[in-house]
């Protein structure tokens, strides 16, 4: 009789045993947070000189969902100094630190440029700075998160050499081509060097429309950084095989 109660009472407790972490650790609340910031950043980029308004809350919007995304991901902060950096994990620790610079410059720029949602803090000087330095972090922290999700991809492929793999690769180098060439019509290598100080954009495309070349030049450098990824981390198992 008292092995039947064991049994039954070890049953009960497998079947009753809290699952680990909640749902702010759980992976489709980090990709719905990550779809999420991706589609702040190409929003704001695609609504900068248009959408005051807009712009100034959709900004606020992807700061929020940068800091949720970084209490996500704490632990990484908490070993940042441990373990053996490799290539990948150097190239990625440095995007993340200058994602992290941008993001802070944007959010001390925005208090002082800001029209509407900061309006009635006493920050009236210095715009001259503030205005320079937003649209250059506004720029370098789009580029940088889609280059940094592509490195933090950590899936990996089992096999070698299949048609898949062969496709994805033609499929990432067509994006970084098509990115490449959006880039250089949108005179974001202007604006990235600061060979310009004023953004162009055409008041008569609709949002999507202005959004859409972004969009390409965004996933280009996550393709980008996809295959980065991939040459380091051949190179060293190459290096570790000799």
Same mark, same amino acid.
């Given at each position: 009789?008292?092995?039947?109660?064991?049994?039954?009472?070890?049953?009960?407790?497998?079947?009753?045993?809290?699952?680990?972490?909640?749902?702010?650790?759980? *992976?489709?609340?980090?990709?719905?947070?990550?779809?999420?910031?991706?589609?702040?950043?190409?929003?704001?980029?695609?609504?900068?000189?248009?959408?005051?308004?807009?712009?100034?809350?959709?900004?606020?919007?992807?700061?929020?969902?940068?800091?949720?995304?970084?209490?996500?991901?704490?632990?990484?902060?908490?070993?940042?100094?441990?373990?053996? %950096?490799?290539?990948?994990?150097? $190239?990625?620790?440095?995007?993340?630190?200058? $994602?992290?610079?941008?993001?802070?410059? &944007?959010?001390?720029?925005?208090?002082?440029?800001?029209?509407?949602? #900061?309006?009635?803090?006493? #920050?009236?000087?210095?715009?001259?700075?503030?205005?320079?330095?937003?649209?250059?972090?506004?720029?370098?922290? #789009?580029?940088?998160?889609?280059?940094?999700?592509?490195?933090?991809?950590?899936?990996?492929?089992?096999?070698?050499?299949?048609?898949?793999?062969?496709?994805?690769?033609?499929?990432?180098?067509?994006?970084?081509?098509?990115? %490449? &060439?959006?880039?250089?019509?949108?005179?974001?290598?202007? %604006?990235?060097? &600061?060979?310009?100080?004023?953004?162009?954009?055409?008041?008569?495309?609709?949002?999507?429309?202005?959004? &859409?070349? %972004? $969009? #390409?030049?965004?996933?280009?450098?996550?393709?980008?950084? *996809?295959?980065?990824?991939?040459?380091?981390?051949?190179?060293?198992?190459?290096?570790?095989?000799?």
């Amino acid at each position: 009789m008292s092995s039947v109660t064991t049994k039954q009472t070890t049953s009960r407790t497998k079947t009753q045993r809290p699952r680990k972490g909640s749902l702010f650790t759980k *992976v489709p609340f980090r990709i719905g947070l990550d779809v999420l910031f991706a589609l702040a950043l190409l929003l704001l980029v695609a609504s900068a000189t248009v959408e005051e308004f807009a712009h100034e809350w959709l900004g606020i919007a992807a700061f929020v969902l940068f800091i949720l995304h970084q209490i996500q991901h704490i632990s990484w902060w908490k070993v940042l100094l441990r373990g053996r %950096y490799s290539p990948v994990r150097i $190239l990625n620790t440095f995007c993340l630190i200058c $994602l992290v610079v941008c993001f802070l410059g &944007l959010f001390a720029s925005s208090l002082v440029l800001s029209q509407h949602i #900061f309006a009635g803090l006493p #920050f009236s000087h210095g715009s001259a700075w503030a205005r320079t330095s937003h649209m250059l972090f506004s720029y370098w922290a #789009f580029i940088l998160a889609f280059f940094h999700a592509g490195l933090s991809i950590t899936k990996r492929s089992k096999t070698h050499r299949t048609a898949k793999e062969v496709l994805s690769f033609l499929v990432c180098i067509g994006l970084v081509i098509l990115g %490449y &060439l959006c880039a250089i019509n949108l005179d974001l290598f202007d %604006y990235l060097a &600061l060979q310009s100080l004023f953004v162009f954009a055409n008041p008569g495309l609709s949002l999507p429309e202005r959004a &859409l070349p %972004y $969009l #390409f030049v965004g996933l280009g450098m996550f393709c980008l950084a *996809v295959l980065i990824r991939k040459l380091l981390r051949l190179a060293a198992l190459t290096n570790t095989r000799t």
